[in-house]
């Protein structure tokens, strides 16, 4: 089925929209704070928040079809929990009007729209096919997100497109991954399975040159569209299947968040989200491309979910994986475990959820694999990390630190007894703990002196 392309034809005025968006305050943090959500992923279906939610378009006395439209949007953990009192006012000022119409995809009468929107903006809106002035009211059939100070239209997140390929809207993997990865400047970057192009823009700030590859034209069209909407020149789009896009070229950062659920009914390729049966097929794929494509002392991180069955421990999988460069690879595996299961990985013994970074050595020998505890976005630059790992003259050679939460007896338990690269990831991990929760200066102070402190004892 061809679907329009909603945005072929809408190269007319950027600046227009970026006013509007900015003008407004469509910033990710001012949209969690009016839909009071914290953006979650992988609820089981029927948990909590579906639950709660679904009490509460009942009591809001909302339409039925708005109120299923939202619920399902929940369900998928797009949305979380939306704030009743949110549903409940309906679109007050300029912020909301882009909430309801950009992320919930609902109709906005034009009258509203006319007292807080110039005449001028509508029809840039318009004009870039981003809104459909439909009688009486305005519907967009896209999506548009704020990330990293940049903007990206993507499909619909609330109404996909039925029977399209459809382009990801920004989820929170994606975000988890901007929150990851290193921001040193390089020379050239990959972003495989670039969708809306979020990783290739926000890379394209600290790379001279990015290439972003997809096997979806829909989405290389709304790559370059909001590489163009943001001005950014330095990224070149190439469509095909994973590494065949860029044929023998190397990288010096490689960045993918390819599709990983588990999944039989589709094929891995088919759309965005299937991993095939149990998931790695794609991730798999990129691992044993690194030794061709991932210049030495280059960095490949991926945002991914490892179903483990037994014991075999998702480090290990993923060395074993980077064939020629097994031994050649040091390896930082930031996760946590998630309650996600469907009905390809019923006998899964855990899920591991998070971002691998795995760093090709200049020098091979003495490689190491740590496992942290995954809370994006790091406060600390992973590449500086490795790199303090990697002039450690410490014998460890595999180092596994905590699971999903920190304890603080545990933490301490696993201080007192580790050996100093244990100690460096644990106190970074820690540090960006304290960061996320934002808890009071003093705990920043107590937190750095200790962080320091961990330095000092080792270098
Ligand atoms: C999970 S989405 C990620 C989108 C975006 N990078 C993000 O983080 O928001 C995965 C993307 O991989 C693309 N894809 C699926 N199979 C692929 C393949 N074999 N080669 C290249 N891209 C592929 C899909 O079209 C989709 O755009």
Known sequence: MTVPHPISLAKTCPRGLLEILRKAGFTFDAVKARLGTEYRMYMPE???????????????????????????ANRLGVLGAISNSFIRRGPKDRLDLLIWLFLLNEPVQTTTLKCLFSDGDLNALAAMNLIRLDRDV??????????????FATDARVKRPSGVNDVMPLHPDSFDLVGSVSRKPVESTLDLCTGSGVHALVAARHSKHVVATDINPRALHFAEFNAWLNGITNIEFQQGDLFRAVEDSAFDLILS????IPDTDSSPGDNRSCGGQHGDVLWSRI??????????GGLCQMIHMIVQFGDERPEDKIRALLGPLTDSCN????????????KEIESATLVHYGVVTI??????????????PFHPPLAFDISTLLSTLEHTSLPEER??????HFERSERNKILSGAGARMRIVNFLAYCCIIVRRALP??????????????????L
């Open 257 to 260: 968040n390819p599709p990983y």
């Open 441 to 458: 200066v003093r705990s920043y102070v107590r937190s750095a002196w200790r962080f320091f402190g961990s330095l000092h004892q080792v």
């Open 331 to 342: 390896i930082i595996l930031c996760s946590n475990t998630i309650a996600y299961r469907n």
């Open 138 to 151: 305005a519907v967009c059939d896209l999506a548009i997100f704020e990330c990293a100070g940049l903007f």
């Open 287 to 296: 691992l044993q491309g690194l030794d061709k494509h991932l210049r030495p």
């Open 399 to 404: 180092i596994l630190i905590g699971q999903s």
């Open 359 to 372: 760093k090709r050595s200049v020098n091979p020998g003495g490689t190491f694999s740590i496992r942290a």
């Open 46 to 72: 029927g948990s909590g928040i579906a639950g709660r939610f679904r009490a509460l378009v009942q009591s809001a006395g909302m339409g039925a079809d708005i109120g299923a439209r939202m619920l399902s």
